[in-house]
């Protein structure tokens, strides 16, 4: 007989074994008489259930009949039996036919067991109660879901464990919090540390951890944390950044946007105002003069205006192309160097004497990129929509620009995308993340230098000088697919290309939800005692929101 029969209801099992019982009996006896029904010394089998147990739910209990005796010493039939069970329990009795079946209790509480055996026509029932119930177990704590707050003397943080629980009783009976890590100079001190809710004032930006460990009295929880990250407040800006400068002599960033509307905006991040004025295109580019007083705007259609930064009135409007301008400089010679989006020269507008004229010598360019150099006689170039890349210099001196010479590797380096040149004019970044020498002597200029290797850096994607100490501040990109992915500014010494330190930037703190701020553009003012960060960041509906955060 297979296993599988044990698992039949056995209600009808005694009538079975009798008839089977009977008829044996007959067959024995020639078809009827004697006294073969009633074993010898008229007494019949004992069944024995075993003793109660107690045991743990979801554990095998193991019953055993073996105790059971026989006054024939003839093998005895067992029937094991569910008589009771708790309310919604739904087990099953495996071997209930054999002398030692088994069962998992699936829920607490209490079942009673029968076994009857049988001996001929005599048979004895016995019963076992087998009392479930699940170990005690330690209560859970929940911290809370992390929190993205305002780094402010007035902010305070509620921390919530109401979430925490103990599957063994109702009531959690004690709270105990602990700040575990916080910002450097920080010292918070947690209000109602033995409650659920505590408090804690985050003035400082930066991370706090704060653990949880809660107790029923008998066991504590394993200890759960919850990080707050207190942010830098952004001042909001309610225009999108197409690009922009700095103004030193002003103090004020200068921007260009193209929603909701075409404007030039010149921004006091101090004071978070921005005085707004509308321009006749959508702009694409922006150059401040070295003076600070003035500003040249490219735009989409190929025209470049030349406007007063501090009133924003037009100074003059030019069309040295019919695409959109790619790159502007405004040089401070009299002169707005202009790179536009074709394949085409650079254009240098000359703004006191009027005319346009194309620079002189090589190098037509796709998408070219210029930087002018500190000492402004010069101007860097990036060639990097044509094939091969390259950089090169061109001496402006004498107004129209003049192509000096390129660099030595065509190809054999990284130098697409934007330029920076440190202030002492000795280093040229760029985009992609490589550094070379600039010199006036034409053996040692556009050498390659080095590339920061630090935390897997792919590119630069924007940068700063300190005029202080010369400190790099940058925000970099980790790979080529996700341009967007670092939300960090790095600090780095000149030169070495140590690794200072590291920075998250703030977080976009809207009503309804937070989402990380994501550098755009960075300016050290004049002192270098403070540094502006332009972020922008996208909610949940791809709405991207602009901001200013002053460090």
């Known amino acids: 007989m297979s296993r599988d029969l044990s698992l039949r209801s056995v209600s009808k099992f005694p009538f079975i074994v009798f008839i089977l019982v009977l008829s044996s009996v007959l067959i024995s006896c020639g078809g009827g008489g004697g006294g073969g029904l009633v074993p010898p010394g008229g007494s019949g089998p004992v069944a024995n259930a075993g003793p109660d147990m107690h045991v743990a739910t979801g554990d095998t209990v193991n019953l055993d009949g073996s105790s059971s005796t026989s006054v024939s010493g003839e093998p005895l039939f067992f029937v094991w039996n569910v008589d009771s069970k708790p309310t919604g329990s739904s087990i099953n009795l495996y071997d209930s036919l054999s002398e030692r079946p088994y069962f998992v209790p699936n829920v607490d509480g209490v079942y009673v067991i029968s076994l009857t055996v049988y001996e001929g026509l005599d048979s004895s029932t016995d019963t076992v109660s087998i009392t479930a119930s699940s170990p005690p177990t330690p209560p859970n704590a929940n911290a809370g879901p992390d929190q993205h707050v305002l780094a402010d003397p007035s902010t305070i943080v509620t921390l919530d464990g109401s979430g925490s629980y103990d599957v063994n009783s109702a009531d959690i009976l004690s709270y105990s919090w602990a700040i575990i890590n916080q910002p450097s100079g920080s010292s918070p001190t947690l209000s109602g540390a033995n409650t659920d809710s505590p408090t804690f004032t985050a003035e400082i930006e930066g991370v706090y951890d704060i653990g949880l460990v809660v107790s029923d009295g008998a066991f504590n929880s394993t200890e759960d944390i919850v990080t707050v990250f207190a942010h830098r407040y952004i001042s909001p800006i309610t225009h999108d950044v197409k690009d922009a400068e700095y103004s030193e002599q002003l103090d004020r960033i200068v921007m260009v946007s193209r929603a909701p509307s075409n404007g030039l905006h010149v921004y006091d991040p101090v004071n978070e105002l921005d005085n707004a004025f509308d321009l006749p295109a959508a702009p694409s580019s922006v150059s401040v003069s070295p003076d600070g007083l003035f500003a040249a705007v490219g735009f989409s259609n190929g025209a470049v205006g030349m406007y007063n930064a501090s009133t924003g009135e037009e100074v003059g409007v030019y069309k040295p192309s019919s695409v959109n301008i790619h790159d502007v400089v405004f040089a401070g010679n009299g002169f707005i160097y202009v790179a536009p989006e074709d394949y085409s020269p650079m254009y240098c507008i000359n703004t006191v004497g009027g005319g346009i004229s194309p620079h002189t010598g090589m190098g ?188």
């Open 364 to 551: 037509q360019s796709y998408k070219r990129t210029i930087k002018l150099h500190p000492l402004r006689s010069e101007i860097y170039g990036a060639r990097w929509g044509v094939t091969p890349i390259d950089m090169e210099k061109f001496d402006i001196s004498k107004g129209v620009a003049k192509t000096l010479y390129d660099s030595p590797y065509h190809g054999d380096y990284d130098m697409w995308g934007k330029l920076w040149i440190s202030r002492d004019g000795t280093r040229i970044y760029n985009n992609a993340n490589t550094i070379f020498n600039s010199s006036s002597a034409p053996a040692d200029d556009l050498i390659y230098n080095s590339r920061l290797t630090e935390l897997g850096i792919f590119g630069i994607k924007e940068m700063s000088e300190s005029p202080a100490d010369g400190t790099l501040v940058l925000v970099t990109s980790t790979n080529y697919l996700d341009w967007d992915a670092d939300i960090y500014m790095r600090f780095f010494e000149p030169g070495t290309n140590a690794l200072l330190d590291q920075m998250l930037l703030p977080s976009f703190l809207m009503p309804k939800e937070t989402f990380p701020g994501r550098g755009r553009f960075l300016f050290y003012n004049s002192d270098g005692s403070k540094l502006y960060v332009i972020l922008s960041g996208y909610d949940s509906l791809y709405n991207e929101h602009f901001g200013v955060a002053v460090y």
